[in-house]
Structures are given as structure tokens and as C-alpha cells.
């Protein structure tokens, strides 16, 4: 256990997970997916952090006893769609320090298709510079 972290408090609870992450890609009911997100953590999950990117997103969910711990979240996107300005294609990432740990959360949705592993490699190297 880390040191300014409680034992138990990184631990499951009722059978959950600490921090639940989701990550989407052309999904166009947002709304409505996080809602049904929300109603089944029922309660004792905070939403911590989003990014979306179009139709990408992002979102963090932690334990109400976990949520206090985490520090320094922060959130970004990168576009890799037509010139690298439309995000139909592209990453978000959100970033979070738990317990002094670095903890680096990333969903893409990159070009398909065998003869676009260049561009796909090309977009990876853009998203996590």
C-alpha cells in the first residue's frame, strides 16, 4: 500500500473496483449510456473526469472513499482526422496522480484497415507526444 494511502482504502468494494475507466468510439448515445453508467454504479461512484473528441470519449468513475485521493486529473485531446484538425479520428487521455503514481488513461479510434498501419503508427506517435 502506498504510503499516504489508507489499507483498505485500495481495496474492492462490495465486490467493485476502485476506479472504473470506459472508453468509446463512435458511440452517439452519450447521454444515455451514461446514465445507465451512473445508475448502476448506484451511487457510490463520482464521475472524476471526461474528454470526449466527437465521438470519442473518455470517463472515469472512482469510489466515493477514493475520488478524495486522486490529485492533479487532467484531460486531453488530440485530433488525427483530415489534416489533423477533424476528430473523427484521434485519442483523449486522461491523466491522474493516485497515491504519488502517475496514472495515464488513453482510448483512440484510429484509421482501419491493413493498408493504413503507417498512418495508424503515425497517429499513436502524435497522440501520446
Not at 485500495?10 to 444515455?32: H, K, M, N, P, W
Not at 504519488?100 to 483512440?108: E, K
Amino acid at each position: 500500500t502506498p504510503p499516504d494511502v489508507p489499507g483498505t482504502l485500495l481495496s474492492s468494494f462490495r465486490g467493485g473496483a476502485d476506479i472504473y475507466v470506459i472508453g468509446t468510439q463512435e458511440s452517439c448515445l452519450q447521454a444515455e449510456w451514461e446514465a445507465l453508467l451512473a445508475r448502476h454504479l448506484s451511487g457510490a461512484y463520482v464521475k472524476v473526469a471526461q474528454e470526449s473528441l466527437m465521438s470519442i470519449c473518455l470517463l472515469v468513475y472512482a469510489h466515493k472513499q477514493v475520488a478524495p485521493h486522486l490529485r492533479d486529473v487532467r484531460a486531453s485531446a488530440v485530433a488525427c482526422g483530415v489534416g489533423n484538425v477533424i476528430g473523427n479520428k484521434g485519442g483523449v487521455a486522461v491523466s491522474l496522480l493516485i497515491a504519488g503514481m502517475r496514472l495515464l488513461l488513453v482510448t483512440s479510434h484510429l484509421a482501419a484497415h491493413d493498408e493504413f498501419v503507417e498512418r495508424r503508427n503515425a497517429d499513436y506517435a502524435r497522440i501520446v507526444a
